[in-house]
Nanobody, 115 residues
Framework: QVQLVESGGGLVQPGGSLGLSCAGSGFIFSIYTMAWYRQAPGKQRELVAAMTSAGSTNYVDSVKGRFTITRDNVKKMVYLQMNSLKPEDTAVYYC?????????WGQGTQVTVSS
């Protein structure tokens, strides 16, 4: 059974940092593009960061320079380090795995940036 389980969400102050983790199982993790998406209330889901199986990364413009995606193919984990957080980063963050097919999704973890 394919599973993606996110953790690390929570409440953080503007300007603060938070690290998200996603554990994958039930698929060949190393050949998948791993990504983080987010969806804020009333907004469309957007791609935040992605890393291909070869290690190439891309980020949505709004998080460039602040967020970093990393992956560990041995541990089958993908991470999102979020720094200099802004209230507009508030959203449910989802871990995704895709390899030229319908993507797998985690259950999501809430990130709230507020004073």
């Amino acid at each position: 059974q394919v599973q993606l389980v996110e953790s690390g969400g929570g409440l953080v102050q503007p300007g603060g940092s938070l690290g998200l983790s996603c554990a994958g199982s039930g698929f060949i993790f190393s050949i998948y593009t791993m990504a983080w998406y987010r969806q804020a209330p009333g907004k469309q889901r957007e791609l935040v960061a992605a890393m291909t199986s070869a290690g190439s990364t891309n980020y949505v413009d709004s998080v460039k320079g602040r967020f970093t995606i990393t992956r560990d193919n041995v541990k089958k984990m993908v991470y999102l380090q979020m720094n200099s957080l802004k209230p507009e980063d508030t959203a449910v963050y989802y871990c995704s795995a895709n390899q030229r097919s319908t993507p797998y999704w985690g259950q999501g973890t809430q990130v709230t940036v507020s004073s």
